[in-house]
């Protein structure tokens, strides 16, 4: 469109194909081309999540507030696709997985329970053996 300046895709890195509310209107969801989909809050258009589809895999990243949930039958082989990182540097997902894996991280984000940015609340590792990961 001539006179107007580019927009910025946000969170997501390709076009979005869909929006929906949830049924109370209070979380829009968005979906990109990318296989995220991404939570807001309406009242303040504070994102709350990101989800992105692990391609060829049953599996997806939950992302939220730094932390992370894998989910989906392919876990464990997806669980070598994430990286932790801290400034400029980035890390296997396994050297950092006590301090940010979350489980069930999406349910408790919709729920509003934030209890899991605690330090004390440090979920235990996916039950993946290096074996596993390898065999995948």
Partial sequence: MEGHEPRNNGPWSTAVLWVA????????????????????????????????AVKAKDAAYVLAAAHIDITGAD?????????????????????????????DLLEKVQSGDTSYAEPEAAADPLPCGADHVAAK
Avoid: I
């Fill in 75 to 103: 876990r464990c082989a997806a669980r070598k696709y994430p990286l932790c990182r801290f400034g400029p540097l980035s890390f296997p997902f396994e050297l950092c997985e006590e301090r940010f894996y979350v489980k």
């Fill in 21 to 52: 509310f949830s049924p109370d209107g209070g979380v829009l969801a968005s979906a990109g081309l990318d296989g995220s989909t991404v939570l807001f809050r309406v009242s303040d258009g504070a994102q709350l999540a990101a989800l992105r």
